[in-house]
């Protein structure tokens, strides 16, 4: 007896398909619960595996085809022979329903490492030099330049004030030469020697410096190749929020050295009990919550003439894949601790990956973060993907020496990690007040720091 194999209903919203590869072929044994084909959706990309076990009979829809859910993909057999025909499988109307796309810059938190001195090696010391023998001074060739690692020790010795004027008033930096009197000493002649070498000696690059070196090019250029479903919808989802809404971008900068002294104290606990290392997104992804519960406006759609306001901080991030951007959602976010945040960013975007994410996992977001700085960037103007109305960027965290003032309110000059946040938003429902009160109570959030309660170790 044949069995027919049917495109299933892969979420809510989702009326079609595309196969984009076959797993098997007409012939091929296939056991219950094996992948059997990849499909292609506008919300997710997935296998579908086999309900029966059996030999392929009929593949009857074809590679970069589209069909409606319902639709008979495959026919399997008992292999035995003598199979009636399947009965024929009711389409199954499901409605459309609108759901963002991503088209936001890929997640992923910055890692900081710290700096890492590198080894200072002695030069070697020069043997005593005997008193010549001919009475006329010998000006000793100019030597050229040492490598970085090795500047402290030809300078380490005593160099006359009269020499180190020489060399101020002469342009010659006293750590590039290597001294020719006892000991290593730099001496005037050596300063003379150095002044008269060639420029090209002088500025000789020292063992220290990197070569640039480019990448190798692209496999990809001077080809041509068909858009993908998923970018389709990305790029058609893109346009219609840009035409529909009226977009713009307000940033703030956000000190965030607190929280990384923070996260330098609690990562060995939290990788001990988490599995994971704990970064800053985590941070954004409660504070921005905790703001949507006293901003609605961030948390709303609109809906014709109407304006719905969300009861949950349903907070969508993006994950940057080979086949393009999507967003997974973490629900009710703003009643989660930082471990449980941190946990569902891991899970989800190691899943969303590797296309085994559930498609209503990827459905249900109404506000999304984007961590534009997981390449370096400061900041974008990132674009709001219907139907919601904010989406917020975090660039990178980055030293900078910013003015600071003490609890006297006397300023001086620190070196701080900060960070630049950028909220895009619809300015049809959203005004720039809205906005700049919602993006200074995520600033003082992060400012202060104060996570201590809500860590989950």
């Known amino acids: 007896m044949s069995e027919s194999v049917v495109l299933p209903a892969l979420g809510e919203s989702v009326t079609e398909g595309t196969v984009t590869r076959w797993l098997k072929k ?8 094996e992948p059997l084909v990849e499909v292609s959706t506008d919300k997710v990309d997935t296998e579908i595996p086999s309900p029966v076990a059996g030999v392929i009979e009929q593949i009857l829809v074809q590679e970069d085809e589209t069909v409606q859910v319902g639709a008979v993909l ?14 024929p499988v009711a389409e199954v109307a499901v409605p459309v329903v609108e759901v963002p796309a991503p088209v936001a810059a890929p997640i992923s938190s910055p890692v900081f490492a710290a700096p890492v001195a590198a080894p200072i090696v002695p030069a070697p010391v020069a043997a005593p030099v005997a008193a010549p023998v001919v009475a006329a001074p010998v000006v000793p060739a100019y ?25 101020s008033e002469v342009g010659i930096d006293l750590s590039q030469i290597s001294g020719t009197g006892v000991g290593g000493r730099i001496r005037k002649d050596d300063v003379l020697a150095a002044q008269h070498a060639p420029a090209a000696a002088v500025s000789a690059p020292t063992s220290a410096t990197s070569t640039f070196v480019p990448g190798a090019a692209s496999p990809l250029r001077g080809t041509t190749e068909p858009m993908s479903r998923l970018r389709k919808v990305l790029a058609e989802r893109a346009v219609a929020s840009m035409i529909s809404t009226a977009q713009l971008t307000t940033v703030v900068e956000v000190d965030m050295t607190k929280i990384a002294l923070l996260r330098a104290r609690v990562q060995p606990q939290f990788v001990a009990k988490s599995g994971g290392k704990l970064n800053f997104m ?62 569902q960013i891991a899970d989800l975007a190691a899943r969303t990956r590797a296309s085994q994410l559930k498609p209503d996992e990827l459905g249900g977001g109404t506000f999304t973060l984007t961590n534009t700085g997981s390449r370096g960037a400061l900041f974008d103007t990132p674009v709001v993907f219907l139907p919601q109305v904010a989406i917020l960027g975090t660039g990178v965290v980055s030293k900078r020496a910013v003015v600071v003032a003490d609890a006297d309110g006397l300023e001086s000059i620190a070196i701080r990690s900060m960070v630049y946040l950028a909220l895009s938003y619809d300015h049809r429902l959203v005004d720039g007040a809205d906005a700049s009160r919602f993006l200074v109570d995520i600033k003082a959030r992060l400012e202060q720091a104060d996570f201590a309660g809500v860590l989950g170790l």
């Not at 007409?26 to 619960?33: F, I, K, L, P």
């Not at 500047?151 to 009269?162: F, N, R």
């Not at 006293?294 to 080979?322: C, M, R, S, W």
């Open 26 to 33: 007409v012939g091929d044994t296939v056991a219950v619960d």
């Open 143 to 167: 030597q050229a330049p040492v490598a970085a690692a090795s500047v402290e020790s030809s300078d380490a010795g005593y160099v006359t004030p009269l020499v180190r004027k020489l060399a």
């Open 282 to 343: 985590p941070f954004f992804a409660l504070a921005a919550a905790e703001a949507l519960r006293v901003h609605p406006k961030l948390n709303a759609t609109i809906d014709g003439e109407n304006i719905v306001y969300h009861g949950t901080e349903n907070i969508a991030f993006a994950v940057d894949t080979e086949k393009g951007l999507l967003t997974p959602v973490i629900r009710d976010a703003a009643g989660l601790n930082i471990m449980q945040i941190a946990q």
């Open 74 to 87: 495959v026919i399997i057999g008992s292999g035995a022979g003598g199979d009636s025909a399947p009965a």
